[in-house]
């Protein structure tokens, strides 16, 4: 064998060698995604199951019905947090009315003559 030869068979053991690293290291990667959402591939029946239930999510209806329930929940959220904000401006305002009435002899005293 001549040293072209040999260099040619080493490249290609190469090449098969990082073609197999490359494929396990895509299938790890696919069942790792698959099995983070959820769909458990071990099981092709189950799994063909759970990919029928996404393409039924994508329907017009089931997006419509997802865009009306996330305006419902910003909608909430704006109402807490209006509420909040309205409560802690209460609270400033009772807060400087107590401190008016405990300092209502002063005022009177020494303002307002």
């Not at 040293?3 to 990082?18: L, N, P, Y």
């Not at 017009?60 to 959220?77: G, I, Q, V």
């Not at 400087?96 to 002063?106: D, K, N, P, Q, S």
């Amino acid at each position: 064998m001549t040293d072209a030869e040999q260099s040619a068979q080493v490249r290609r053991s190469v090449a098969a060698i990082a073609d197999r690293v490359a494929e396990r290291a895509a299938k790890k990667a696919v069942h790792d995604t698959l099995l983070a959402l959820g769909i458990d591939v071990e099981d092709p029946i189950e799994a063909q199951k759970q990919f029928a239930m996404l393409r039924r999510l994508a329907d017009p209806r089931t997006m419509k019905n997802l865009d009306w329930l996330e305006s419902l929940h910003t909608a909430s959220e704006r109402v807490a947090d209006t509420s909040w904000k309205t409560i802690i401006r209460l609270l400033i305002g009772a807060g400087f009315g107590l401190v008016a009435l405990v300092t209502r002899e002063y005022w009177f005293n020494h303002i307002w003559k």
